[in-house]
C-alpha cells in the first residue's frame, strides 16, 4: 500500500515537472518525460487504453492533476520574464531548441549517407513555412464569436498534441508559431475555463489521434521522422529570432543564447545516456 501512494505521488511531481517544462518554448515535454523515465508508460497508457482501463485512467489522472499544477506554478513567473526580458528570453528559447539538436542528429543517424535525408528535412522545414502563411490572427479566438471561435481553439489543441507527443519539440513553441503563447499563459494563471476547456479538448483528440501514427512511425522509420523533427526546429528558430540586440544587451542575449544550448544539451545527453543504458541491460 505504502509503495503504491508512493508511486502516485512519484506520478504527480513527474507529472509537475513535465507540465512545468511544457510552457517554456525550446523545451520538449517529451523529452522531459523520458528523462523522467515516465515517457514509455505515458504512451502505453495512452494507446492502450481499453486495455488496461481501471490503471491507465489512475495513471494518466495522477499524471494530468501533476501537469496542470506544473503548468499553474510556472505560468505567471515565465510570462513576467518575457514581458519584461523578450528579447534575451527569446535567446534563451532559441538556445534551447539548439541545445536539443545534436540529441536529433544522433537519433537520425546524420553520419549516414543519402540525399534523401535532405529531403525529409526540407519536409519538417516546410510544415513551419505552411504556419508561416497563415495570417497571425488565425488561431486568435474572440469567446463572444461563439462555436467559430471553440472551433479554432479545438484545432489549435489539435496540433499542439502533435508537439506534445513528440520528443525534441516544444509544445510552448508550437504555441509561440501560432501566435498563442501570451494568451495562453495569461488564461492559464488567471484559470480563464472558457478559453483552456475548448484548447484542452482540442489537445486530448490531437494525443489519442496521432499518437499510435507518431509512435508507429518512429519505431519503423526513425531516421526520416527525426530528420523532420530537425528540419521543423530549424525553421521553428528562424521564424522566433527577434533580431539583432543593440547596445549592452547584445552580452545579455549571448549569455542567455549559451544558457539555453548548454542546459537543454546536458540534458538531452543524459537522456540518450539512460536509454543506452536500459537497452544494454
Known amino acids: 500500500m505504502q509503495g503504491s501512494q508512493e508511486n502516485m505521488i512519484t506520478t504527480v511531481i513527474k507529472g509537475i515537472c513535465v ?12 523529452s522531459m518525460a523520458m528523462i523522467l523515465g515516465i515517457y514509455d508508460r505515458l504512451v502505453s497508457s495512452v494507446s492502450s487504453f481499453m486495455k488496461h482501463k481501471k490503471e491507465s485512467l489512475c495513471f494518466l489522472a495522477l499524471f494530468c492533476v501533476g501537469g496542470g499544477m506544473g503548468m499553474v506554478l510556472f505560468a505567471k ?9 523578450e528579447m534575451p528570453m ?4 532559441i538556445g534551447a531548441v539548439g541545445g536539443s539538436v545534436p540529441m ?14 535532405i529531403l525529409f528535412f526540407l519536409l519538417g522545414a516546410g510544415v513551419v513555412g505552411l504556419f508561416a502563411l497563415l495570417p497571425s490572427d488565425t488561431f486568435q479566438a474572440d469567446m463572444n464569436a461563439g462555436l467559430t471561435s471553440y472551433l479554432m481553439l479545438i484545432l489549435a489543441g489539435v496540433i499542439a498534441a502533435v508537439a506534445l507527443v513528440l520528443p525534441g519539440i516544444s509544445v510552448s513553441y508550437m504555441l509561440l508559431l501560432m501566435g498563442m503563447y501570451d494568451t495562453v499563459m495569461k488564461a492559464i494563471t488567471q484559470l480563464h475555463l472558457p478559453y483552456l476547456i475548448p484548447v484542452g479538448l482540442g489537445l486530448a483528440i490531437g494525443v489519442i489521434v496521432s499518437t499510435r501514427l507518431l509512435e508507429s512511425a518512429m519505431a519503423r522509420f ?4 527525426y530528420l523532420c523533427i530537425l528540419g521543423f526546429m530549424a525553421a521553428s528558430m528562424a521564424q522566433v529570432f527577434p533580431g539583432l540586440p543593440g547596445g549592452r544587451e547584445w552580452l545579455t ?5 549559451a544558457a539555453g544550448f548548454l542546459i537543454i544539451y546536458f540534458i538531452s545527453e543524459k537522456e540518450i545516456r539512460g536509454s543506452v543504458q536500459t537497452a544494454s541491460r
Not at 543517424?109 to 534523401?116: F, I, M, N, T
Not at 526513425?222 to 521522422?225: D, K, M, R, T
Request: proline residues 8%; contains cysteine.
Open 104 to 117: 536529433i542528429l544522433k537519433k537520425a543517424q546524420w553520419e549516414r549517407k543519402g540525399l534523401g535525408k
Open 19 to 30: 507540465g512545468g517544462t511544457m510552457l517554456v518554448p525550446g523545451c520538449s515535454g517529451g
Open 253 to 257: 542575449c549571448l549569455l542567455m543564447l
Open 77 to 85: 513567473p515565465l510570462l513576467s520574464l518575457m514581458e519584461r526580458f
Open 222 to 225: 526513425p531516421g526520416p521522422a
Open 90 to 93: 527569446l535567446y534563451f528559447f
